[in-house]
């Protein structure tokens, strides 16, 4: 039977798929905003070998425990349905209203970075560091050229997944754009587009299973690492992290330039950021529309902030 914190995190679920349906958004900043995030990390790195004895033992339902299978089960029940039901949605909105949607995005990122700096508590200097690291670190990266002529073969497919994967469990790195970057995202996508259509060659399998390993490689590694990291080193992972959100803002900056507007599939554009036209009408509601995306994130967190303290201090 499912209960009310089954569905709530169905919803949390869908508001991650919906924001990995967007170039530049990660459905780990998202995570991160709604509280989940250590707990998301600390359910996937629990893959390993006391689970496969578990297994292998018949303890099934201490397997389901020790993996909070209830917890990721309802949560990418949420993803999946995120991702299918807002990717078209996504798709006209940036097609057709590329300024506004990237200026929503941009206030609740903004609003995120304040709410997740809290989160560390003081900034002494090498937690400054660590924050300043990340951001400088995450702008190179969403501002890297697309990968014109990647390798082609199984090895390569296998490290773009293990490094996508990654990106996409960090806060404000989109694993996405990494797959643009590697030059491996068409394929990938048009894989998956021909499966669905009932299409599947042995070489499309080839490249699936390849880019599975290495997702799954990647993941199991990766969540570990940081799972060990915000267990022992909280605020300054966290100041890391908040750094990553800062240096990403540069690649939804909501002002853009389209460097070839001959190109009419948007995964294909090039842009280049640009200062706003301030005499311009659109350029205030699109400031208008980046500020009630922020104020709405902040008014949800103080709101189920409140939540939990009068949860926490009502008598059991």
Known sequence: MIVRQDLLQIA??????????????????????????PRLVAAISRFDMRLLGLLTGGEIREAAVHVDFRFLFFLLLGIGAGLGGLMSTMHHLLEHEMQPTFAA????????????????GRFDAARTAGALGGAVF??????????????????????????AICAMILPGISGAFILLILGAYHEITGIVRNVASGELGTD???????????????????????????????SMTMAVLTGFMVGSLRKIW???????????????????????????????????VLVVAGALVLILERTSASREGATADSPS
């Not at 995005?105 to 560390?120: E, L, N, Q, T, Y």
């Not at 002002?255 to 301030?278: G, S, V």
Request: glycine residues 8%; contains cysteine; charged residues 15%.
């Open 204 to 234: 499309a399998i080839t490249t699936l299973a390849a880019f599975a390993a290495g997702a799954a490689t990647g993941l199991l590694a990766f969540s570990k690492v940081l799972h060990a990291l915000l267990a022992r080193h909280r």
């Open 138 to 163: 995450a702008y190179w990266l969403v501002g890297l050229p697309l990968l014109q002529n990647p390798p082609e073969s199984s090895l390569w497919v296998f490290f773009c997944g293990a490094v």
């Open 12 to 37: 949390r679920g869908f508001l991650m798929g919906g924001a990995d349906a967007i170039p530049g958004v990660s459905g780990g900043t998202v995570a991160l905003i709604l509280g989940i995030y």
């Open 254 to 288: 909501p002002f853009k330039t389209d460097l070839d507007p001959t190109i009419t599939e948007f995964k294909l554009k090039q842009f280049e950021n640009r200062l706003p036209e301030l005499a311009a009408a659109e350029t205030w509601f699109t400031f208008a």
């Open 105 to 120: 995005f941009f206030g609740m990122i903004v609003a995120s970075c304040w709410i997740v700096a809290r989160m560390v």
